[in-house]
């Protein structure tokens, strides 16, 4: 797996990528989410960390389409306890996690929240930057393998020396007063108009897309729906 932290410019398209606007982007990982059974709430938050991602965007449709295509149903909500969430699957959902997060009240800067196995955590990463913005404070997320620090901001991450996995392992956040000592690193925040993507990632997210569609009948065809032409009534 490729470490997320190390991400570099955005090349040119190639004869093996497509080219797609931000608002493109936005709504294929929308509508792919609405095709694995996800809530369209959920998949306007899911939307938005694609918009966020500014040059990130084809590393984030690339582990987006790969978790995705791996999911059969939708998986479980995370349960609130105290001091955290726990997952009654062995791994959370990093999109339901992060939603949920979004969701709640932001916890007490002292508390260390307990998040239990993370499926993809570099999906569960981009939540945490609109909740950063609230506070004056550092979010540090702990895993077995590796250390990630956010910055106030949410835009600058340090990875400590470790694997990393497809499954983060008992994982928590911790908060606290950001230190100079800290060697972030920003990463890249560039908001491309266009992100060239690679094909077979397109394909898949479209796959899942085609799922929210209604299927054509002998009653749409009569009426031209679903005919892939323009409305002209």
């Known amino acids: 797996m490729t470490d997320p932290t190390q991400q570099g410019f955005v090349s040119p398209p190639s004869s093996g990528m497509i080219a797609l606007s931000k608002g493109e982007a936005v709504s294929l990982a929308q509508k792919a989410a609405k095709g694995v059974g996800y809530s369209w709430g959920e998949a306007e938050d899911i939307g938005a960390i694609i918009r966020r991602a500014g040059g990130n965007h084809q590393l984030l449709l690339t582990y987006l389409a790969t978790y995705l295509s791996s999911v059969e149903f939708v998986p479980p909500q995370p349960v609130s306890v105290s001091g955290g969430w726990r997952s009654i699957d062995n791994a959370h959902c990093p999109l339901r996690l992060g939603v ?123 009426r031209g729906a679903g005919s892939g032409q323009p409305d002209t009534d």
């Not at 990632?201 to 054509?216: G, K, N, S």
């Open 100 to 222: 949920a997060l979004l969701d709640s009240t932001w916890p007490d800067p002292s508390m260390t929240l307990s998040l239990g196995n993370i499926r993809y955590p570099v999906l569960f990463f981009e939540f945490l930057p609109p909740l950063l913005a609230q506070t004056k404070q550092i979010a540090k997320f702990h895993c077995r393998s590796y250390t990630v620090a956010f910055s106030e901001d949410g835009t600058a991450s340090y990875r400590s020396a470790g694997e990393w996995k497809d499954v983060a392992e008992d994982t928590r956040l911790t908060f606290e007063t950001r230190d100079d000592a800290y060697k972030f690193r920003p990463l890249d925040t560039s908001q491309f108009e266009r992100v060239a993507v690679q094909r077979e990632i397109v394909e898949a997210l479209q796959a899942l897309a085609h799922r929210t569609y209604a299927p054509e009948t002998e009653a749409s065809r009569a």
